[in-house]
């Protein structure tokens, strides 16, 4: 029998649940209203892409966006889950980004359509090595950034979160049950912006771990 390891949860084939516009200077940069409840979407775990591969634009669109995120790894299944014990779910964190293809969430959203095609394409969610809960002992309070081609573009803190991370897995775990290997993304800071063939996109987490990755188009 072979035995799953958590550090390789992008291999487990579980579920990528998104929270959007938890950050309220996001929100407001793409004039969108602040959320009074978290915004749920998903994306497939064909999504993950690791360093040494490139994110691929999807050929549907011409403006591609890069969202930095902390994601939760969580270690413990469960539904229903307490704010007070939602900590004890949790396995570790990674560093993520939500590739968005503007464009085309900007037209999904003028239609009333789902964001299927702007956020779950292969590719769209590019993920660093796994980081263990010891090395963020308060996930609430980090700095995220992303620079693309050297230059900074997104410089944020996890305290600006709007809804918390016990909160979020709460939330979601009523809706959604959550199952070990699944990762939560949760939602990105002010500053995203437009990505194009042959860039290259360098995120880091406080000195913990950076990664990079390159623009393709297939
Ligand atoms: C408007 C968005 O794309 C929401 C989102 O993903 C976020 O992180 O905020
Ligand atoms: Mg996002």
Not at 36 to 59: D, R
Not at 82 to 93: I, L, N, R
Not at 136 to 141: E, K, Q, R, V, Y
């Amino acid at each position: 029998m072979t035995t799953r390891n958590i550090t390789r949860f992008w291999e487990w084939g579980r579920k990528i649940i998104c929270v959007g516009r938890n950050y309220a200077d996001h929100a407001k940069e793409l004039k969108n209203a602040v959320p009074t409840e978290p915004v749920l979407f998903l994306k497939p775990p064909s999504a993950y892409v690791k360093e040494g591969s490139p994110i691929l634009v999807p050929h549907y669109s011409s403006n591609l966006h890069h969202e930095v995120e902390l994601g939760i790894v969580i270690g413990k299944g469960g539904t229903a889950i307490p704010q007070t014990s939602a900590m004890e779910h949790v396995a570790g964190y990674a560093l993520c980004l939500d590739m968005t293809a503007r464009d085309v969430q900007d037209d999904c959203k003028s239609k009333g359509l789902p964001w299927t095609l702007a956020k779950a394409f292969n590719t769209s969610c590019p993920v660093s090595d796994f980081i263990s809960k010891e090395k963020i002992p308060d996930p609430g309070n980090v700095n995220l950034w992303l620079k693309v081609n050297d230059k900074m573009r997104q410089n944020g803190h996890t305290s600006q979160m709007i809804f918390s991370i016990p909160y979020l897995i709460s939330y979601i775990s009523e809706i959604i049950s959550l199952e070990e290997g699944d990762l939560i993304l949760t939602g990105t800071p002010k500053g995203v912006s437009s990505v194009q063939e042959f860039d290259e996109l360098q995120a880091g987490i406080e000195d913990i771990l950076t990664m990079t990755f390159k623009v393709d188009r297939l």
